[in-house]
């Protein structure tokens, strides 16, 4: 029996696991990569949770392959400068990289121009973890919680701040905004999530959407406050999120707003539940598309012995960083779903782009 294990730009491949057992793929080392560089493309700028994962597997991923892996930072544009550079590239396993995967693809459904598509434009090696989000306000902030928020907004816009348009922070903030009935605005062109969290401290944002990893220092420091968590359950036992509400599922708060609002609340669910999976598509792991088999093969078996390492997973856990590992077709899968899902969103990110314009 058969299974696709990943798609390259330009068609599909298939193997067996018979004949490509990882054992098998094990004994075969990356010889072309041996002893050469391998640049690894980082979206965003260093310090950052991207770069903070990068490094983390640099070490891990040169012992397996055999490369000496080179972390090159290529932030702007939320990710686009990277991805293209990386779809690019020669696809000869000598240029790999991690894709915001989330932000990439609702940019490149919305028609925006020279967007590469991570469902279709890259050769997908794996997932290195899912995007866990949360809305955050300023510790010192009058909003204690989100029905705070929701009162405020019927008196004037809420205003979202973000580093970048077609982040998984604008997603987040314009999707989940709308299916709560939020008044909003947007203010744009922060330098990364620092400058973001600095924004809010100082009361020039009401509301900034983080990963919550990237931000629980702050969360523990009590600068800044979790409002809310775009997901259908907790997202972590850690008391700062205590009292925090969830977006949708058996406890979600969207149902009932979509109660308030006049809408259907199993469809307003409905559609925060597919929020939360396409924000779950997380960050992949990919090289340049048309990548040759041979390479797809050890890149993949590689990279998953290495993501599945306890020395890696336990400097994962030291970094407060944490891992949702899926080999290259569970992740291609769940992109493709996500694709799927993310067209619902089009017209809400179009209509949030305006405003920023505006």
């Known amino acids: 029996m058969t299974k696709r294990l990943g798609i390259v730009g330009g068609g599909a491949f298939l193997f ?8 098998a793929i094990r004994q075969t080392p990356c010889s072309p990569l041996t002893g050469k560089q391998v640049r690894w493309l980082v979206p965003f700028p260093a310090g950052g949770g991207y770069d903070i994962y990068a490094r983390l597997l640099e070490p891990f991923y040169q ?17 686009v400068i990277s991805a293209n550079k990386l779809k690019g590239s020669l696809p000869d396993g ?4 991690i894709l915001n995967a ?6 490149a459904l919305t028609g925006a121009h020279n967007i590469p598509n991570p469902a279709t434009d890259f050769t997908i090696l794996g997932r290195l973890a899912r995007n866990q989000v949360v809305w955050t306000t300023a510790g010192n902030s009058p909003f204690r919680n989100l029905e705070d928020v929701l009162a405020e907004s019927q008196k004037r816009p809420i205003v979202f701040g973000m580093s970048e348009v077609g982040s998984t922070t604008f997603v ?6 709308q299916l709560l009935g939020i008044n909003t605005a947007y203010l744009a062109g922060f330098a990364g999530s620092r400058e973001t969290a600095l924004a809010a401290m100082r009361g020039e944002v009401d509301v900034v959407s983080f990963s919550f990893e990237s931000v629980l220092d702050r969360l523990e420091a009590q600068d800044l406050r979790a409002l809310l968590q775009i997901s259908p359950q907790r997202l972590s036992s850690h008391t700062a999120l205590d009292g925090v509400a969830v977006l949708c599922g058996t406890e979600g708060i969207v149902a009932r707003r979509a109660v308030e609002l006049g809408r259907d609340p199993r469809q307003s669910d409905a559609d925060a539940l597919a929020l939360a ?32 390492d306890t020395q890696l997973q336990a400097a994962a856990a030291k970094a407060k ?3 949702d590992v899926a080999r290259a077709d569970e992740a291609l899968s769940d992109l493709q779903a996500a694709a799927v899902q993310a067209e619902i ?14």
Request: glycine letters at 10%; aromatic letters at 4%; one cysteine or more.
């Open 277 to 308: 999976k396409l924000i779950g598509a997380g960050l992949l792991v990919a090289a340049p598309p048309n990548l040759p088999a041979d390479l797809f093969r050890c890149l993949e078996q590689s990279l998953y012995e290495t993501l599945t």
């Open 345 to 358: 969103f089009i017209p809400i990110i179009q209509d949030a782009i305006r405003k920023i314009r505006a």
């Open 172 to 177: 987040t903030s314009a999707v989940a905004a």
């Open 94 to 97: 000598l240029t790999l990289g």
């Open 16 to 23: 067996t696991h018979t004949g490509c057992s990882p054992k």
């Open 63 to 79: 012992k397996k392959t055999g490369a000496e892996i080179v972390i090159e930072n290529t932030s702007g544009a939320g990710g």
């Open 102 to 107: 989330p932000g990439l693809m609702v940019a």
């Open 321 to 323: 960083r944490s891992l």
